[in-house]
């Protein structure tokens, strides 16, 4: 039959699905996993031997169908499969005991992360492509010497981890090849090295978005109307009160979630015209530019009462800390703000329930990020000037623009917020 995905997938242990285009080619399901296979009889001694190809998904039908077709060519040329796979494992072995100091895709990965990205990125930064690059998804090439790295294997690679994690298979693909740039900028290994990584679905790892009822449903950026924010501002009581705060920051002051779970009391101080909290600039996902300075934000209205009230319960150091005590992060996670929304839309109904679970809000599938894009829309509608909504945001004006206008628009920035949280109360009382 022809091989069919699905069929695939909910496939039981012990049962097997046979190819008839590619005469010897199976998929067997066990207990734990399903393999491809090569079933065959020897050209050496005439008995049935099988010899395994691969795991599925990782390894996907079009190269099972590679490997298969390699392997029957070696049968139809005299060649026992299994016997040479015997050997060349045999022969690597050996050659791995010989070789055990030739510079490795390990080592490259492992310069490149404390030669480059440890220097250059933020502690959280570093984590991530720590993990990134890890044998969790680079398991399959770390022993190999970088020139040995064919394009086959960068594409069997990427391709694997797009089927699920389009979004992860991408960065993946970026700090691959700035791995192997900075490998060859540094002379480790030699120029004419291919860097597929750089070639290798260039274009073709996007996300498409979450799945509801087996659909994508595409990417989805939208702003909340004003019907959803009046019912959004109204139902924040529901949630905890981290929450509830965490939200409220993000509403009335259009800042980002990663730099409102940094907030710190000795960043918040009374001046002349008014509370501001002023975000140094290495907290800024804008912070790496040269020209980038601290981002100041006034606090008016709801957003001041937060962070007065917050002040005043730890008495210095992070606003925003675990609730468990023994954590070991000195702030909480951007990501429990997402995990918090998530729970109370209507289509999270019939998934396993949190024993806090707050009731349930009754708008359109919306993520706290999208406050930012509601902030930016709905002070388009008040009236505010572009360049003024842009500093609001902490955006970095482009290009000539960025180097040469200094202007910190701290006179605008005040104006505006507060019409924009006179504009949010008004919401909050409305029927």
Not at 171 to 190: H, K
Not at 284 to 299: A, C, E, M, Q
Request: net charge positive.
């Amino acid at each position: 039959m022809v091989f069919d995905a699905r069929r695939a997938k909910a496939l039981e242990p012990g049962a097997h699905i046979i190819v008839d285009e590619a005469p010897g080619l199976r998929l067997v399901a066990s207990n734990t996993r399903k393999t491809w296979t090569y079933r065959f009889k020897s050209p050496l001694d005439g008995r049935m031997r099988q010899v395994a190809m691969g795991q599925w998904p990782a390894m996907s039908y079009p190269a099972a169908l590679g490997k298969w077709d390699e392997l029957r060519q070696q049968r139809e040329a005299g060649q026992d499969p299994v016997k040479e796979k015997r050997l060349s494992t045999a022969t690597i072995r050996r050659s791995r005991t010989r070789e055990a100091d030739e510079y490795l895709v390990a080592n490259l990965l492992d310069d490149y992360l404390e030669g480059h990205v440890k220097r250059n990125r933020k502690l959280k930064g570093y984590t991530e492509t720590a993990r990134l690059l890890s044998h969790l998804y680079t398991a399959s090439i770390r022993g190999l010497p970088p020139a040995a790295v064919k394009r086959v294997h960068a594409f069997e690679l990427l391709e694997a981890l797009g089927e699920r994690a389009p979004v992860l298979a991408n960065s993946l693909r970026t700090e691959l090849g700035a791995a192997w740039e900075y490998a060859q900028d540094a002379g480790r290994i030699a120029e004419d090295v291919p860097n597929w990584w750089r070639q290798i679905l260039r274009g073709k790892l996007r996300s498409r978005g979450r799945i509801v009822d087996g659909e994508h449903q595409g990417r989805q950026r939208r702003s909340l109307d004003t019907q959803e924010m009046a019912t959004l501002i109204q139902f924040l009581p529901n949630f905890s009160q981290m929450i509830d705060d965490l939200l409220t920051l993000y509403i009335w002051t259009g800042a980002r979630g990663s730099e409102i779970v940094q907030m710190e009391a000795g960043e918040i101080a009374q001046e002349s015209d008014g509370w501001w909290w002023t975000v140094p600039k290495e907290k800024l996902k804008t912070g790496r530019h040269d020209l980038s300075v601290d981002f100041r934000v006034p606090l008016l209205g709801r957003a001041l009462a937060v962070v007065r009230r917050r002040m005043a319960l730890y008495q210095g150091g992070y606003l925003f800390r675990p609730v468990n005590v023994n954590a070991r992060a000195k702030h909480v996670e951007q990501k429990i703000i997402g995990v918090a929304t998530y729970w109370v839309r209507p289509e999270s109904v019939n998934e396993r329930l949190p024993a806090d679970r707050p009731k349930i809000l009754r708008i359109k599938p919306w993520a706290p990020h999208d406050l930012r894009r509601t902030v930016k829309t709905t002070l388009a509608s008040l009236g505010c000037p572009e360049e003024v909504s842009e500093a609001v945001l902490g955006h970095m004006p482009p290009g000539i623009v960025g180097v040469y206008q200094r202007h910190t628009y701290d006179k605008e920035r005040r104006l505006w917020l507060t019409m924009l949280s006179e504009h949010w109360e008004r919401l909050a009382v409305q029927s």
